[in-house]
């Protein structure tokens, strides 16, 4: 089994950085991992763990780095929901000009909402969806939060975005800026669901304090096609620590192995 790290490059000339984990048995299948706002390809080791699952289970793994995270180039503060887009897409092409014919996609968090919207415009070149905790609706975690643990952390976000043009995200490292905010007025990933028929799963964990589980749990009834959601209980945001990291990936790999054919 090989693990190989590469940059590819956006629409826009951006570099994104990439890490292939190819099988050692030939494969035609191939599954796309888009992480969250404010992390990167390895998602604080729980991709790195799937991919390499994933991997010994005769699966070809492409996870990136979005425009301004981790190791690609760009500045958060100019990140877009349809540039995240704009990457998946970059990614989608490098997974098949590979060759691979039978391609996945998982996106999680932030990342989740990015890959709703764009399988919803590209669900011909998938056979299948999942999702982990995805943002499926901005104004519940974002404009106008609705959980009192959102609230706290980002109820600043609207005035200073207003009043400087953008605000921190978390702490002080991470800026995002006014048209991200405006994109979210008018792009809804729980509403993209509506146009998905290919098989989609949801996982969410209940303790999740980033994104609401209630969304989830509501949003999976506007997929048209097979569909599955599957209840992390007790898990918080991203499924870190024992025994809801092992949930989560198993979950996934059932999914994949059943629908990504």
Known sequence: MTVTKI???NK??????GVWSIPKQPTDKAIILAHGITGDKDEVGIFTDLANLLKRNNFAVFRFDFRAHGESTGRSVDMTITG???DVKA???EVKNRGYKN?????ASFGGGISALFV???QTE???LCLWNPTLNYYHCYLSPTKTSIRKFKAHIKNEVAKQGWAYLYGNTFKIGKALLEEMKYLSPYKALKKIGIPTVIIHGTKDKSVPYEDSKKYINNLKGINEFVTIKGSGHGFHGQPYSTQAQTATLKFFQQYLQ
């Not at 826009?12 to 950085?17: D, T």
């Not at 391609?103 to 996106?107: A, K, Y």
């Open 126 to 128: 998938f056979k299948c």
């Open 120 to 122: 919803s415009d590209y």
């Open 103 to 107: 391609i996945g996609l998982l996106g």
């Open 7 to 9: 940059f590819i490059t």
């Open 91 to 93: 990614a989608l092409n």
């Open 84 to 86: 995240e887009m704009e």
């Open 12 to 17: 826009s000339g951006m570099k994104l950085a």
